[in-house]
């Protein structure tokens, strides 16, 4: 079955549970999961569902979900600075009008990146986090950055990680044990 095929049979087995927002897939530790967004905002809810499309009761099994979801959705967000499509841009202006030593590497670089990011829907899992680290890594690299802004933004993120993680515990649908 496709990505989409299954988001829309979560979001359907979610909808008894109010009405769904967003479906979020994952892998944590090889298994599929998705994280469903009932609600909006101050009213938002959650349900895990697991990959037979069944709510999930287990609490360390939501926490694993909600965990790898908001990391890998942060890695996109934070890698390349945040600006990857300006960056890029940026590159190829420094490439055509200043042809700097080594700024080809850093093109190919940034493009790697940007298909390690790939396009939404993006199973979080430890493998794409993985992916997107690396090609952060190199893309750093290229540009002689090697103390890791990536690094510090994902590890000064930790309290939102944690913050969305409490959330998604808290307001799940299903009583959790």
Partial sequence: MALADDLEQAAGAASGHGKVTAVLPAAPAGRR?????????????????DAAFSPVADREAVREVASIVVLCELAGELAGGGQLAELRARLA????????????QAEEAALALERAIGAPP???SPAYLDAVGVATKRLEESLGDYASPFASSLAAAAGTVEAFIAEVESRQVVPLR
């Fill in 33 to 49: 999961a998705y994280l469903v967004a009932l609600g909006e905002d101050e009213a938002r809810e959650w349900l895990v569902l």
């Fill in 93 to 104: 202006e420094v490439r055509m009008t200043e042809q700097t030593p080594g700024i080809e």
């Fill in 122 to 124: 993006v199973v979080a």
